[in-house]
């Protein structure tokens, strides 16, 4: 079975979820894997660890898997850390902790910053907002470190990550973090560029359309340069400011309410087109929302 991931990881990695369902040898190819592929190693890492057998080998743009075995009832014996909380729900917190008060550190539990979910990198993508991730017993906690964000940089040695001569961060393996994460730099005003965001156009609706859109309103862009393929943009918020109301257009995508949701602090007179589209992911968001702005 040959399965393209040129718009989306989400149909390949579905495929892989359901091939231990079926007897013998499964052989899946992924092709046009260079965006996502930290969600696809998530899911072999929860293969493996559910005791599926997976092999898989790089041929040029394709990956080649391999999948023995059926899934078997492990009873008692699931391993504790197969379910883990979501790192693409936590990053809405983190634009959101920039307006509270300073000394505020939030919990967030049942995080692990060594998890193999591609959005853990959010662990040090988070010190591009001024803040820092610290393990607790129970999760991490996060807090404004102090420290200015473009020192960000000096503590990331992934170059796929973030490239140290041009401050330009690269989202192709953590796309759903990138809402969050253009929320936080425009409420820092901060002006940077940004790769391997050109997919969020295929989501549940044009995020990149979204983003545009809504963050006019603060006096922002968020501008292409060069080609499709180049995938290069730049965020320029030298001319942010808040409103003092505004509106933000959700299109049903409950990543662009639960990002927008981090300027309540800023900009009080906050609504949304629409408020129930983050059940999609996160059902309970606006009650924690509510926590953290005292609504």
């Known amino acids: 079975m040959r399965i393209s991931a040129a718009i989306s990881s989400q149909y390949a990695s579905a495929f892989l979820l359901i091939a231990?369902?079926?007897?013998?040898?499964?052989?899946?190819?992924?092709?046009?894997?260079?965006?996502?592929?930290?969600?696809?190693?998530?899911?072999?890492?929860?293969?493996?660890?559910?005791?599926i057998e997976i092999s898989s080998t790089q041929i040029t743009s394709e990956i080649h898997y391999t999948i023995q075995g059926e899934y078997q009832d492990l009873g008692a014996h699931v391993p504790s850390d197969i379910f883990e909380s979501d790192w693409s729900s936590a990053a809405f917190f983190y634009p959101l902790l920039?307006?509270?008060?300073?000394?505020?550190?939030?919990?967030?539990?049942g995080l692990n910053p060594n998890s193999s979910q591609g959005d853990a990198a959010l662990s040090y993508l988070g010190n591009s907002l001024g803040i820092k991730t610290i393990k607790t017993e129970n999760g991490i906690s996060i807090l404004r470190d102090g420290n200015s964000p473009d020192a960000f940089h000096q503590n990331v040695s992934d170059g796929e990550i973030l490239s140290k001569e041009t401050t330009t961060i690269n989202l192709k393996n953590n796309p759903d973090l990138?809402?969050?994460?253009?929320?936080?730099?425009?409420?820092m005003g901060r002006t940077l560029f940004i790769q391997g965001i050109h997919n969020l156009r295929f989501k549940e609706c044009d995020r990149i359309a979204a983003l545009q859109n809504n963050i006019k309103a603060l006096g922002c862009t968020l501008t292409s340069l060069g080609t499709e393929v180049d995938d290069l943009w730049?965020?320029?918020?030298?001319?942010?400011?808040?409103?003092?109301?505004?509106?933000i257009e959700t299109h049903s995508d409950h990543r662009i309410a639960m990002a927008f949701a981090a300027l309540k602090p800023w900009i009080p007179d906050l609504s949304f087109s629409d408020t129930t589209c983050v059940e999609k992911s996160f059902p309970q968001f606006w009650e924690q929302w509510k926590k953290c702005t005292f609504e």
């Open 98 to 109: 920039l307006g509270l008060p300073q000394n505020t550190i939030l919990e967030l539990r």
């Open 20 to 51: 231990p369902l079926f007897s013998g040898t499964k052989n899946i190819v992924v092709t046009e894997s260079s965006h996502s592929q930290a969600y696809l190693e998530m899911t072999v890492d929860i293969l493996k660890r559910m005791g």
């Open 178 to 187: 990138a809402p969050a994460l253009i929320v936080g730099w425009c409420i």
């Open 234 to 247: 730049i965020l320029d918020s030298s001319h942010r400011s808040f409103p003092s109301q505004m509106h």
